[in-house]
């Protein structure tokens, strides 16, 4: 079974900075996707970017982008020039890369990220 | 044009009672997914359907039914409802399972069960 940690519960960073959210991984899984999705207030669970395991290139999004670490299993989100609209929650996600995954998502427990003016 | 919809947004109800919370998705989607987060907002998957067929039950209990009449829709009725029951569900849907499609979220139904 796969696990996926987030051991920030909260980070803050000030508006134009750039913050960097955790994430590890356990798997026996060679072939697999990560995800980090964005939860506002509002409640709303958004895609922010998708990694594939088999890709040594890191992924990037405008102002988001990952540092993949496969050997270490590690998955971290860098936000650079933060927004007050990056304030939400994000979550870290896990999926086998299988006929057998169904799509299944194996989350992370979250960041609260807030992000002052 | 919301792409997954769910009714409704706030349902509270008295323990015992019976509930239904309804997804829609207008995206086309072969497979739908209904996810339950906790007080704690952890997230986990509860039901997964393709082409109207039941692929994934995560040991859910019995009292949740979930039901697809169509591809478009992906319905989850409660029965003897718990106070342990109160949390938010997402419904979501996604091209097609197996692969790593997006998957699109719908805004969530809060249930509180009292």
């Known amino acids: 079974a796969q696990t996926v940690t987030q051991s920030q519960p909260e980070m803050s960073v000030q508006e134009a900075e750039t913050v960097t959210l955790s994430c590890t991984y356990d798997?026996?899984?060679?072939?697999?996707?990560l995800f980090w999705y964005k939860q506002p207030p509002s409640r709303q669970m958004i895609l922010v970017i998708r990694q594939e395991a088999y890709k040594q290139q890191n992924a990037t999004e405008n102002r988001f982008s990952v540092n993949f670490q496969k050997a270490a299993k590690s998955f971290s989100l860098k936000i650079s020039d933060s927004q007050l609209g990056d304030t939400a929650m994000y979550f870290c996600?896990?999926?086998?890369?299988?006929?057998?995954?169904?799509?299944?998502?194996?989350f992370g427990q979250g960041t609260i990220l807030t992000v002052h003016p | 044009d919301t792409a997954v919809s769910q009714t409704p947004k706030y349902l509270v109800t008295q323990m015992g009672n019976d509930k239904s919370i309804k997804c829609e998705q207008n995206l086309g989607h072969d497979t739908m997914y209904w996810y339950k987060q906790d007080s704690k907002k952890f997230l986990k998957i509860m039901f997964s359907?393709?082409?109207?067929?039941?692929?994934i039950n995560e040991t859910v209990p019995n009292r949740f039914s979930p039901k697809s009449p169509d591809k478009a829709h992906l319905n989850l009725h409660i029965n003897s409802l718990e106070l342990g029951d109160s949390a938010v569900y997402f419904c979501?849907?996604?091209?097609?399972?197996?692969?790593?499609?997006?998957?699109?979220f719908g805004p969530g139904t809060r249930l509180t069960v009292l």
């Open positions: 798997t026996s899984e060679n072939n697999y996707y």
């Open positions: 359907y393709n082409n109207k067929e039941l692929i």
């Open positions: 979501a849907s996604s091209r097609a399972s197996g692969g790593a499609d997006t998957q699109y």
């Open positions: 996600a896990f999926m086998k890369l299988a006929l057998t995954s169904y799509g299944k998502l194996t």
